[in-house]
């Protein structure tokens, strides 16, 4: 049956440029609808507004931003940062870029998985897609314990896909229920009340009207059903609701019509809107969930909003590098502790060093003592003469970092893994990194043949074709290379210290060889700082005009328009920030290549990406190579605020030589579908062009930004169809498929993993008479990788003639499956209230038993309401069960608290208890004590109830309001016995 789908997909996908559109909520745009796309940002967007105004709560900060479907991301940015001082104000790219992740991944579970029932609750697929939902969070939880953000936003946007669809697809709404199915999202509750296989759900439509559909009894019963669906044929179990319309053939057959709310046109779109309000309040949910096991730090880096700069390193530490690792050492620390507790503190430190024959490994974390702790550690030795495996650390590094990272690779020496050098390139489209490289060394060329030949020889040394290809691969990145002596490296880490602020934007990078002497123009806006000019390459004479026709010569070190450091081949400019705004000028003379950048800081920046276009008009998203010559569309987000408006969207080869222009259609204030006519022939970039307020002058003055990193075309596509996980010790077969509009072309296949993993696949693959080709590649992860970990995979395919390529890079996360169900259960043991009208004269204690059964064992407790003080104790209990003692005290006036346990696999347990009371009693002496109305809650489970002693215990499926009011009752007298 599996096998049968992934076939029917490849024949899909091989045949067909254009997938079909399936059957879901409409993945990215659809005018009057809501699509995929919003629904997951809406759900963000609320779920981190809340994380953001419990913060500011409990610090004693106002929230004021109302947390409602209106939210956009750069208010929330705003409001986040105004209530926790150490999320950047600045900039609201990565935040952006972070949700962008989330719903690209959830659209494109669309088209990757469009036949499958389970990905998207057709056919009665409930038992099937809530294993996919539950396998999803567990794996979420583990990638964001691992640090693991991009793996982690992969698989929560692919599971909030399948989450998503059930309330469009089952007939959840039309029960009329009031609040999500939460089921979905809690393994350990049955899953009731599902029409079984033979039970009928629907009648047929009356004509096109499918407005009650459903039949009678299953509305009464409260029976639970989804629309069967297929493309290929009518045939459903006899008297099932179909998910309707044109591509469902099953809708065709009796009971004719369907129940899907896709969108507002579907059969039942009537109810489009509520099932689209109900699916964003299940996403708010699967998110809050995760945002317990994970704490409110780790779910705000997990949703991109602390995220500022990347301090990424990867160094070679053989024998002759010690003063390289100095270097990198003093810059680091340097930036780490000026930094330190700012907005502009690196958010991620990321370092790898390569030797020969090892690398890494890779470390990557927040923690700056940890990367400073690393970095101390390194030490040069070993290595001697030979070349080293640059390029495998750098792919590490590629793979492990934030996306739009600068990374920077310390070197005296040429690269051994010249093998690599095409996936390293892959990468770096992929994540749209920068690759810097610092040479030191450069005045020695010599061939590896010299080197190897003479054994003598202790220096290593690079020859001219060994530099071409780090200069190759620091250009496509929009990277430089800075050729240094050792003694004047310190100098040149200048260029770090620029990279890893906050904010950073590109207002423009060209590289240029065969030289021609040119002038080359760019504008600066009032909404960028620190604005930094960059030169590299041998001798290039130049002179730079502001644009009130002030200028100054690249050889006057300190003029009217900046200061210039000289180093090496780097010249740095570093302009003044008078008058900046306009379109300023630089001509350049050069006998060699050279390569020119302008980066600055500023809040105004963009991402795109890739999306093509489906048979049914929406589109889904292309990560890879677009095909060359055809038309394709992208799709930009702006940030920066609602007041900047875009007037070019281009693609411009790097050569300068041809350039694209899209057309720009808005989808709302900050988001576009720009359709390009074509993608170019050679290597591009892309640029965008607009005009933003300007509140000084008042007046709107033109911005240019443009992608650092080169993209490129092909004429060959390459799809596959990931698993979000695998698991370790099991070999995972991943088919993939060529497509090509030429026949009888035969491509080389690559496939390797940043973890040395074991893959083998086919080593060539011929496209047969319609262009297509199927290869198998199977990974294994050894039986030993610890859950989180996550795994990069490139399929790579080459024409042989040609050299014409295109590649796949999939991200993997390590997970065996999970199979601890068991929340952890919270028992209240003792609550001591005596509280006055005055709080602030007492405080009032509670102590509780965590346990976690048969599970995995509690992690961790903390309060995710409560300002108090928690003190935990481990015990044994009698039967020999861990129990974690949790001892709560705080002021009466803060009159609630929760405390949230978590167990080793991320399953959350809650208790909340309130000691809030709309009538108070007066004791004997005077004093208010609160009794009649201490409530407390535990959830774990979903119920719970309350015991005469006050212990919770777990009911299979008890009724949440009676076991509540149960327990207002209990621990009412409880509290009322122990206070008076
Ligand atoms: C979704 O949640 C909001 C906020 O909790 C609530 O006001 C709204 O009624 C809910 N919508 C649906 C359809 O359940
Ligand atoms: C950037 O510019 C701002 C003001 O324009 C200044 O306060 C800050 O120190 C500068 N940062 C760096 C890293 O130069
Ligand atoms: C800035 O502009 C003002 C007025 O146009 C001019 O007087 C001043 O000299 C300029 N400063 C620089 C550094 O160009």
């Not at 702790?373 to 080293?388: F, H, K, Q, V, Y």
């Not at 705080?890 to 709309?918: H, Y």
């Not at 119920?943 to 207002?968: D, E, I, K, W």
Request: contains cysteine.
């Amino acid at each position: 049956m599996v096998s049968l789908v992934v076939v029917a997909v490849f024949l899909l996908c091989g045949t067909l440029f254009q997938p079909p559109q399936v059957a879901a909520f409409k993945p990215l745009f659809q005018d009057g609808s809501l699509t995929h796309r919003e629904i997951t940002q809406m759900a963000i967007l609320r779920k981190t507004a809340e994380v953001c105004r419990d913060i500011a709560t409990a610090q004693g900060h106002d929230f004021t931003l109302p947390i409602n479907n209106r939210l956009t991301p750069s208010a929330v940015q705003e409001a986040c940062s105004a209530s926790a001082t150490s999320l950047s104000a600045v900039s609201s790219h990565g935040f952006y870029s972070a949700i962008t992740q989330m719903f690209l991944s959830n659209a494109v579970v669309d088209q990757l998985f469009a036949l499958s029932e389970a990905h998207h609750i057709d056919n009665e697929a409930f038992s099937e897609g809530r294993d996919l939902i539950i396998q999803g969070v567990a794996a979420v939880k583990a990638s964001v314990q691992q640090e693991s953000y991009i793996s982690a936003r992969n698989t929560l946007g692919a599971l909030c896909h399948t989450l998503q669809d059930f309330y469009s697809h089952s007939n959840w709404v039309e029960l009329g229920s009031t609040a999500p199915f939460s089921t979905l999202i809690k393994p350990e509750r049955p899953l009731n009340n599902l029409a079984g296989p033979n039970t009928p759900t629907c009648k047929s439509c009356t004509g096109s009207n499918c407005r009650d559909n459903i039949l009678p009894e299953i509305l009464l019963q409260k029976k639970l059903t989804s629309g069967y669906f297929s493309v290929f044929s009518s045939t459903k179990p006899a008297g099932k609701c179909s998910h309707g319309g044109s591509l469902d053939r099953t809708s065709s057959r009796e009971p004719t019509g369907g129940i899907n709310k896709d969108d507002i046109r579907s059969d039942h779109g009537f109810l489009h809107h509520r099932a689209a309000e109900m699916a964003i309040n299940a996403t708010v949910e699967v998110l809050q969930d995760i945002r317990l096991a994970t704490g409110d730090q780790a779910f705000l880096r997990l949703v991109g909003l602390s995220q500022t700069s990347v301090l990424a390193f990867v160094i070679d530490t053989t024998g002759s590098m010690h003063d390289d690792i100095e270097a990198a050492k003093n810059v680091s620390f340097s930036i780490i502790d000026s930094r330190r507790g700012t907005p502009e503190e690196p958010s991620e430190y990321i370092l790898v060093p390569f030797n020969d024959p090892d690398f890494g490994p890779l470390t990557r974390t927040e923690n700056a003592d940890i990367f400073k702790e690393r970095i101390n550690s390194l030490s040069a030795t070993g290595g001697g003469d030979l070349p080293e495996m640059c390029l495998s650390g750098l792919l590490l590094a590629l793979a492990g970092a934030s996306p739009s990272s600068d990374i920077f690779v310390f070197t005296d020496a040429a690269a051994k893994d010249l093998e690599l050098r095409s996936t390293v390139q892959a990468m770096i489209e992929r994540t749209r990194s920068t690759v810097t490289f610092l040479l030191t060394n450069p005045f020695l060329f010599r061939s590896r043949r010299d080197v190897s030949q003479s054994k003598s020889f202790t220096s290593k040394s690079m020859s001219l074709s060994d530099k071409q290809l780090y200069r190759d691969l620091a250009h496509v990145s929009g990277g430089q290379i800075i050729e240094v002596t050792k003694a004047t490296l310190s100098q040149a880490t200048a260029v770090i210290t620029d990279a890893s602020t906050s904010a950073l934007v590109t207002v423009l990078q060209v590289v240029r060889s065969p030289v021609i002497a040119e002038n080359i123009s760019f504008v600066l806006d009032p909404s960028l700082s620190n604005v930094t000019v960059y030169i590299t390459g041998e001798s290039p004479v130049f002179t730079i005009y502001s644009p009130t026709g002030v200028s100054q010569s690249g050889s006057v070190e300190d003029g009217p328009l900046g200061s210039i450091l000289t180093v090496g081949n780097l010249k740095r400019v570093k302009l003044n920030s008078d008058n900046q705004t306009g379109e300023w000028k630089i001509s350049i003379d050069s006998t060699r290549s050279y390569s020119l950048k302008v980066i600055g800081q500023s809040s105004v920046n963009f991402l795109f990406n890739f999306v093509e276009q489906l048979e049914g008009g929406d589109f889904t998203p292309k990560n890879n190579r677009p095909f060359i010559g055809r038309n394709t569309a992208l799709f930009v987000s702006v940030t920066g605020g609602d007041s900047v408006r875009v007037t070019d969207v281009l693609l411009v080869e790097a050569s300068g030589l041809d350039v694209v222009n899209g057309t720009i259609k808005s989808l709302g204030a900050t988001d576009f579908l720009v359709n390009i006519d074509r993608i170019p022939e050679w290597a591009f970039v892309v640029q965008l062009k607009g005009l933003l307020h300007d509140s000084t002058r008042s007046l709107h003055v033109r911005f240019q930004r443009q992608s650092p990193t080169q993209q490129q075309g092909s004429r060959v596509t390459i799809t596959a169809q990931p698993n979000n996980t695998i698991e370790p010790g099991i070999p995972f077969n991943l088919n993939f498929t060529l497509a090509t509009n030429a026949t009888g072309s035969s491509y080389t296949i690559r496939a390797r993993t940043d973890r040395s993993f074991n893959v083998s696949f086919p080593s060539s693959l011929d496209t047969g008479t319609d262009g297509s080709a199927q290869g198998i590649v199977t990974l294994t992860a050894p039986s030993d990788t610890e859950s989180g970990t996550d795994v990069t995979l490139t399929i790579e395919a080459e024409d042989s003639e040609s050299g014409d390529s295109n590649y796949v890079a999939l991200q993997f996360t390590v997970m065996t499956k999970v199979t601890d169900f068991a929340s952890p259960v919270c028992q209240i043991v003792s609550i001591k209230a005596n509280c006055p009208v005055e709080c602030s004269r007492a405080s009032w204690e509670l102590s509780a038993n965590l346990t976690d059964g048969n599970g995995t064992g509690i992690a961790g407790v903390s309060l995710s309401r409560g300002n108090g003080s928690l003190s935990l104790s481990y015990v044994m209990s009698a039967d020999g069960t861990n129990v974690t003692v949790a001892s709560y005290n705080t002021s009466c006036c803060s009159q609630e608290v929760e405390l949230v346990a978590v167990d080793r696999v991320g399953n959350v347990g809650t208790c909340f208890v309130s000691i809030k009371s709309p009538s108070t009693a007066i004791s004997p002496n005077g004093s208010t004590t609160v009794s009649s109305n201490v409530s407390t809650t535990a959830s774990s489970n979903g119920s719970s109830t309350v015991g005469p002693n006050g212990s919770t215990a777990v009911t299979p499926n008890g009724s949440y309001s009676v076991s509540f009011s149960m327990c207002v009752a209990l621990v009412g007298l409880l509290v009322f016995f122990l206070c008076g």
